[in-house]
């Protein structure tokens, strides 16, 4: 388990923000919310912590009530190098029984974006390359190609499984289910220019 400083729900005062903003602010931006920033709204009640499987069946180093209570309290190290929200399964089952509303499905998903742009996270995940693979995969053709994305986690596996991987996708290009060559969309550059509106770029051209 992570041996981070213990957060309380009333540590709201966050360490001081580089660009007057404080951390808890920039996440809470990151929320879609039509009004203030839920996570103020938290009661620390752990209902989404124990509703949550993966959390549950102990592989977060973070359960996602610690999460809210860490970016609350500014602890933004810990929260980039959490791995809760890579090992998130996006089974909405903590959104929907939080008391407060909140929607901490999406706040997973905000904070894998974040950590994504601001380059930082666990090195040993393979979520943010497997992220990254995805985002440039998109960008070269507007489609995913899973030969390539395959190669993002293929090597974690040991010998036998990479052997059964490589003939299930056999199996698959036979059949034609998974294509030998990358399909490529009409006007790319149209679809490029509104990935930019929507996801900053940076280097992943
Ligand atoms: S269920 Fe909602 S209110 Fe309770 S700890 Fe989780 S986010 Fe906070
Ligand atoms: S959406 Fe993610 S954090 Fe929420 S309960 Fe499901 S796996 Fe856990």
Redesign the pocket.
């Known amino acids: 388990m992570n041996a981070a400083p213990t957060p309380t729900a009333t540590a709201t005062a966050a360490a001081p923000p580089d660009s007057g903003v404080s951390f808890v602010e920039e996440i809470g931006h990151l929320l879609y919310a039509s009004k203030g920033n839920p996570l103020n709204t938290c009661i620390q009640c752990g209902t989404?912590s124990a509703?949550?499987?993966?959390?549950s069946g102990g592989f977060m180093d973070n359960s996602?009530r610690r999460v809210i209570a860490l970016i609350r309290a500014g602890f933004k190290e810990q929260v980039l190098k959490a791995n809760?929200y890579w090992?998130?399964?996006?089974?909405?089952?903590?959104?929907v029984r939080c008391p407060r509303n909140i929607d901490?499905?999406e706040l997973?998903y905000g904070l894998k974006r974040y950590t994504v742009w601001k380059a930082k996270g666990q090195e040993d995940l393979i979520g943010p390359t497997f992220t990254e693979t995805f985002v440039k995969t998109i960008l070269r053709s507007g489609r995913s190609y899973e030969p390539v994305l395959a190669t993002t986690y293929l090597f974690t596996y040991g010998l036998p499984e990479m052997i059964q991987e490589a003939q299930t996708a056999t199996a698959l290009m036979i059949k034609g289910r998974l294509p030998l060559l990358p399909a490529r969309i009409k006007r790319l550059d149209n679809f490029k220019r509104m990935i930019q509106h929507i996801i900053p770029l940076g280097d992943k051209e």
């Not at 090992?87 to 959104?95: D, G, L, N, P, W």
């Open positions: 989404c509703t949550c499987p993966v959390a996602p809760t090992y998130c399964a996006s089974c909405y089952q903590c959104t901490i499905a997973m």
